[in-house]
């Protein structure tokens, strides 16, 4: 059974890495959708996806949070990338198996899954 | 379970703790979930009009669905919801069930859910209690900050391991469910 001493374990393996990680301003922001529409179109378990995969992959310089309703409903689930340098990508209707490809692709090589995008599904 | 909607209004009102707690009482064949908050509250005519589906706060949508959902639930159960609420000081909603009624609806991952709400309000405190006749499981942020010193219950790693570390914990209260 897990323990509170496990989570001591954690914060020290964090402090050893955080040396090595960019600090906050210099990190990719993921943001997702966890308004009542988002939650009911399926954004829980996009969320934990991108959690636990990033967590998996030991990717670096990402912060996941989440946010009430980005306004944009009947797209959920919605996923959000900030980059440091003020670019931002819209991932919609998003899936755990969607949300896998965008750690690979996206976060972990740098090049944004376009057929996901907002951009993608108005065309 | 509304757990995560109603909690969320919690954060919405701007309260610093907020706490969760869930009874589940076989002899009694009922389930109590109250969400206590010290968020900025509302005068009695707000709290009776926030279980009126057609009112929100929301400029988004127009019928809020948080409170009304939660309370149609608890009555298809033969529970309800109360909600008392003192503006400036905060709310407690309380939501009864009857806990092996057939439209009860399941648990679903409370463990995801409050690992969620301390991931995505690290500046917030939250805690979490499930209580059965015999058993009794609580987790408070206040505790896991204090182990964590300088780093961040938004961590992703911080955050899965809160989500397994309620979820193993509580598994062994939940057995019936
Ligand atoms: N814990 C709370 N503290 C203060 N106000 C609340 C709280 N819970 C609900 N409210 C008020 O009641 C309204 C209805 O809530 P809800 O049914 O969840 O719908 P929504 O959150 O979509 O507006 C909210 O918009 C808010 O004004
Ligand atoms: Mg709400």
């Given amino acids: ?123 | 379970m509304h757990v995560l909607d109603i909690a969320q209004n919690s954060v919405a009102a701007g309260a610093a703790l907020t706490r969760i707690l869930l009874t589940l009482d076989e002899a009694l064949d009922r389930l109590d979930l109250v969400i206590e908050d010290n968020g900025h509250g509302m005068t009695d005519e707000q709290a009776q009009a926030a279980l009126d589906p057609f009112t929100t706060s929301r400029t988004t949508r127009k019928v809020g669905l948080g409170l009304p959902l939660l309370r149609q639930t608890a009555q298809l159960t033969g529970g309800d919801v109360a909600i008392e609420s003192q503006p400036g000081k905060g709310t407690r909603v309380r939501a009864w069930f009857g806990l092996r009624h057939i439209d009860r609806p399941p648990l679903g991952d409370m463990a995801g859910t409050i690992a969620s709400l301390m991931q995505a309000n690290p500046e917030r405190d939250f805690v979490y209690q499930l209580k059965t006749e015999t058993d009794s499981f609580a987790v408070d942020s206040r505790e896991l900050k204090q182990i964590l010193g300088d780093v961040s219950l938004a961590q992703p790693e911080v955050a899965l391991f809160i989500r397994d570390y309620i979820r193993e914990n509580s598994a062994p209260l939940l057995e019936k469910e």
């Fill in chain 1, 1 to 123: 059974m897990k323990s509170l001493k496990e989570l001591e374990a954690i914060r020290d393996r964090m402090r050893q890495t955080v040396a090595t990680r960019e600090n906050d301003q210099n990190a990719v922001r993921v943001v997702v959708g966890m308004a009542t529409c988002g939650i009911s179109a399926g954004a829980r378990p996009v969320l934990n996806t991108l959690v636990e995969e990033i967590a998996r992959e030991n990717v670096a310089g990402v912060q996941v949070t989440q946010t009430g309703c980005i306004g944009i409903c009947q797209y959920e689930p919605v996923v959000e990338v900030f980059e440091p340098d003020g670019g931002k990508t819209t991932y919609v209707k998003m899936t755990p198996e969607k949300a896998i490809r965008v750690v690979h692709q996206h976060l972990m090589q740098g090049k944004p899954v376009e057929e996901y995008t907002i951009g993608a599904l108005t065309k």
